[in-house]
C-alpha cells in the first residue's frame, strides 16, 4: 500500500468514525458521539426503508405473486452477486432454501458458492461471464433469477440478466444509487433500487427487501390471503 492509498483510507475512516479519530480525553463526549452516530444510522435506514416501501410495496407483492408461481410449476432460484453481494445473494438462497420453522422450503442456489465453478470460469474464460454461464447450464423457463449490485454497473450482472432473459427466466434486480447499468436493461423484470449513496444503507435496505419478498412469495404459495393483504408485515421502519 502506498502512502497516499494509506491517508486516503484514513480519511475516508475519520469521515465515517470522528469520534475516534477526535483529540480528546473525554469518554462521555466520545461515547455520546457513538450514541448520536448510530442514532442517526439507524434514522437513515428507516427513512429509506420507508421510502422503499410507499415507492416499491406494490410492485414487490406483484413480483412475489410471479415467483410463487414459477415456485409452484416446480421453478427454481438463482441468486448472485460480487464481493458483499455475493454474501447477500447466498442469504437470500438459504432464507428460501431453510426457512427455518413450518416455513416452506424452496429451491434456491447461491452462483457464487461454488469456489471451483467461479475460479474455473474467471480462470478460463473471465470474471464477466461468471453467472451468465452457469444460468445458461442451469436455468430454465420456470426459474427464477436475483441479481444484487450496489451500484448497478456489474458487468457479470448484465451478462447474468440477458441470458436470464433470453431463457425465459423471472427475473429480479436489486440495486443501489439510481440503479446503476440494471437500470437500463429491457432484461429485468422487476427492479428494486434502494436510492442511498451509502453501500451500508443499501446493503441494510436490500436485506429487508429480499426479505419481504420471500415473506411475500410464501404467503402467496400457502396462506388463504393473498400477498396485497400481507404485503406490510416486514417493512420495519422503526
Known sequence: MTRGEDESGAAAMQSLYPFLY???GDLAAVLEQVRASTVAKAGEICELRRVIAARDGARLAQCARQAAARFAAGGRLFAFGNGGSATDAQQLATLFLHPGGDARPLPAFGLANDTSVVTA????IGVDVVFARQLAA???RDDIAVGLSTSGNSANLVRAFDEAGRRGMLTIGLAGYSGGKMAELDSIDYLFVAPSASIHR???????????????TTCALGA???PEEVSHVSWHTG
Open 22 to 24: 477526535a483529540d480528546t
Open 121 to 124: 470460469l474467471c480462470n478460463d
Open 138 to 140: 442451469f436455468g430454465g
Open 202 to 216: 443499501i446493503q441494510e435496505a436490500q436485506t429487508t427487501i429480499y426479505q419481504v419478498l420471500w415473506e411475500l
Open 224 to 226: 388463504a390471503e393473498g
